[in-house]
């Protein structure tokens, strides 16, 4: 009998279920990372840590800085108001200040120091391509999918440049400015040479293709993706609506590519906070249910981020195939929300689901985000096996080994398709 073959016991089901989760590498299904030769792009490192934007939005809370004066300092110094003010003064307790110390216990770095000095010191010896190998490793990440943007000028020159990409770096076309501001999509198209204008007329939609097409050949995307607002319906009278049904979606037919709809922000909520400055409101789940009984054809990766909307989306899934609900997106990154809803979906869908990203933006996030969420998703595990030994399942580790599979890459390799821009 193979060893992998043996049942597993109600006393040995928690090291089997955490141990399975700890060994099986992941596929990160949306990141914001960029590989090394990505120079300004790439971030990693204890400044751009500390400065991420949840921890920004979190300074304010605690200090009397205002975002103007914030945002006038250096990055150093932005990073030292912050960890003084979140992690001297303060007890890190929050998520986001939680992973910093995770990531900084995990490298050997003490997260108690008054200030940042020995952590510049440890980064300084680093080079970002020796650095992503250890992170990757240490988080036991095998690929990530990056989020590309056409629109934005600094990441367009790369690609034009060659910049050379990993293959385990896969990348995303981001079309938001095509569905949410179309005005600054036709300024940049037209200013690229397409033909496009104002108003999406058949030429300026034939001519959309052709730059979508361009981008696709160039970047060879495992999915096309656009982050909606909470108001997003569909379909209405937007241009949004005629640009889904004669641009996006039939993009996606052709060339058996997947469309990932991340849905619920409400963008600036607070503008003096950049970044940090979005928050979330309650979406329509008609709307997902809408577009994936009008498009069979097209496989949908769905995330939404308000913690309503979870169940909905659930519901959604068993009424559709080709609808693929993936992650803790955004604020429901939070171990107490990420074990519900991952509870939530073993119940109503299995193991047919992708259980988290980890929408890193820093690599060193890779590290925490990974191991906090492993933790999370082990815990919700346990308890759905638990249930089926105590009813006398005869469970094996094999079929655990396959759950995790499952969830942490082969659900999403399978819904991208093995076709040769996802040869790892
Ligand atoms: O989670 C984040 O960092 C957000 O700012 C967004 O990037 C969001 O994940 C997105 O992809 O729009
Ligand atoms: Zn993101």
């Given at each position: 009998m193979n060893l992998s073959d043996k049942l597993v016991t109600a006393a040995d089901l928690q090291r089997n279920v955490e141990e399975s989760i700890q060994q099986s590498p992941v596929?990160?299904?949306?990141?914001h990372l960029y590989p090394a030769s990505f120079k300004g792009l790439c971030l990693w490192g204890i400044d751009e840590l500390v400065n991420y934007h949840y921890l920004v939005a979190e300074l304010f809370r605690s200090s009397s800085v205002s975002p103007e004066e914030f945002w006038k300092l250096s990055k150093s110094r932005q990073a030292d108001l912050i960890w003084e003010a979140l992690f001297v003064r303060n007890t890190p307790l929050s998520e986001a200040c939680a992973g910093v110390v995770t990531v900084m216990v995990k490298l050997g770095l003490?997260?108690?120091?008054?200030?940042l000095r020995q952590a510049r010191e440890y980064f300084a010896g680093l080079t970002a391509e020796k650095y992503i190998e250890r992170v990757f490793s240490l988080a036991n990440v095998k690929e990530i999918v990056m989020t590309n943007d056409p629109f934005n000028p600094a990441e367009r020159t790369m690609w034009e440049r060659n910049a050379p990409c990993p293959e385990n770096f896969h990348r995303a076309l981001r079309m938001d400015p095509i569905l949410n501001d179309w005005g600054k999509a036709h300024t940049a198209m037209s200013a690229a040479g397409?033909?496009?204008?104002g108003d999406v007329g058949a030429r300026t939609v034939s001519e959309a293709r052709r730059f979508l097409e361009m981008w696709i050949a160039r970047l060879r995307p495992v999915y096309l993706a656009v982050s909606l607002p909470?108001?997003?319906?569909?379909?209405?009278?937007s241009p949004r609506t005629r640009l889904l049904r004669e641009l996006v979606l039939p993009t996606c037919q052709q060339h058996g590519i997947p469309l990932a709809l991340m849905i619920g922000v409400s963008r600036a909520?607070?503008?003096?906070?950049?970044?940090?400055?979005d928050s979330v409101g309650y979406a329509d789940t008609g709307s997902v249910e809408r577009i994936c009984l009008e498009n069979p054809e097209v496989r949908f990766l769905v995330s939404m981020l308000s913690r309503e909307n979870q169940h909905a989306l659930c519901v959604a899934a068993r009424k559709f195939g080709n609808l693929l609900p993936f992650g803790c997106w955004w604020f429901l990154n939070n171990p107490s929300i990420v074990r519900e809803i991952t509870s939530e979906r073993l119940e109503m869908?299995?193991?047919?689901?992708?259980?988290?990203?980890?929408?890193?933006?820093?690599?060193?996030q890779l590290i925490y985000k990974w191991a906090h969420s492993r933790r999370t998703i082990s815990s919700a595990l346990y308890e759905s096996y638990a249930r089926l030994l105590a009813e006398g399942y005869p469970l094996t580790r094999a079929q655990i080994d396959q759950d995790v599979e499952r969830m942490f890459s082969g659900n999403f390799r399978q819904w991208v398709g093995s076709a040769a821009r996802f040869a790892s």
């Open positions: 596929i990160d299904v949306h990141t003490d997260p108690c120091q008054p200030n397409f033909d496009t204008s909470y108001t997003f319906t569909y379909p209405d009278h909520v607070n503008p003096t906070l950049r970044d940090a400055g869908l299995g193991a047919t689901t992708v259980p988290q990203h980890s929408d890193a933006r820093i690599l060193d």
